[in-house]
């Protein structure tokens, strides 16, 4: 019996230290991308601006991390939904200003979004060109400035063709743009699944 027992706890020792080894690999400094640090819990802070970006959110799990300038300013983070889904949810984080310092309007840069949006699908059609994205808030994001934009279009997404709809969130905090990005083929559940997510952004911690 004191064999058997024995075993036991040397197992479970043994998984408690596998255990400990895989997380510290996982969170391995090398493995953090550039312009991010990593916390013990596995959330990611973006340094330039201090924005957080933890696992999960709501129910979708970060995937994919980009940085489009050498400086990390700007950013993008991916979250995605399988059940219900799929939903893809990115979310970018940039400087907003122009390139010569002078200051981006909210309403200016969601027309700049919306444009693009024409322009890599000319069939897309707007249901929302521009709402006010405070109605919809509650959480974190109450009392900051925030515009919204939606449309649908066709376009290939998990390997097929779909019927889309696209979600734009867009916010501006002292320097920054908060951009939220939702697509997702054609579900009337869309529009509160990005709600939720939405909701569960904590930007108190952007300076």
Same mark, same amino acid.
């Given at each position: 019996m004191k064999s058997i027992s024995f075993l036991i706890i040397l197992t479970i020792i043994v998984g408690l230290c596998? %255990?400990?080894?895989?997380?510290?690999? =996982?969170?391995?400094?090398?493995n953090v991308p550039a312009g991010f640090v990593i916390d013990n819990e596995g959330v990611l802070i973006h340094s330039h601006s201090g924005a957080v970006f933890p696992m999960y959110l709501e129910k979708f799990q970060r995937g994919d991390i980009?940085?489009? !300038?050498? @400086?990390c300013y700007d950013i993008s983070v991916?979250?995605?939904l !399988?059940?219900?889904?799929p939903v893809e949810a990115t979310f970018y984080l940039y400087p907003a200003?122009?390139?010569?310092? %002078?200051?981006?309007? *909210? @309403?200016?840069? *969601?027309?700049?979004?919306? %444009?693009a949006i024409r322009t =890599?699908?000319?069939?897309?059609? #707007? #249901? @929302?060109e521009k709402m006010d994205a405070s109605e919809f808030m509650y959480s974190y994001l109450a009392g900051i400035e925030g515009l919204y934009s939606s449309c649908g279009f066709v376009s290939k997404f998990h390997t097929k063709q779909?019927? *889309?709809?696209?979600?734009?969130? *867009? #916010?501006?905090?002292?320097?920054? #743009?908060?951009?939220i990005r939702f697509t997702s083929p054609w579900k009337k559940r869309a529009f509160l699944q990005s709600i939720n997510m939405v909701n569960a952004i904590d930007l108190s911690k952007i300076s």
């Open positions: 596998f %255990s400990c080894q895989t997380t510290q690999q =996982i969170y391995h400094p090398r980009q940085n489009f !300038d050498d @400086e991916g979250y995605y !399988d059940r219900p889904g200003k122009n390139a010569d310092g %002078s200051e981006i309007a *909210l @309403e200016e840069e *969601l027309y700049n979004v919306n %444009s =890599i699908h000319p069939d897309a059609i #707007f #249901f @929302e779909r019927e *889309l709809i696209s979600q734009t969130y *867009l #916010f501006k905090k002292n320097e920054w #743009f908060i951009k």
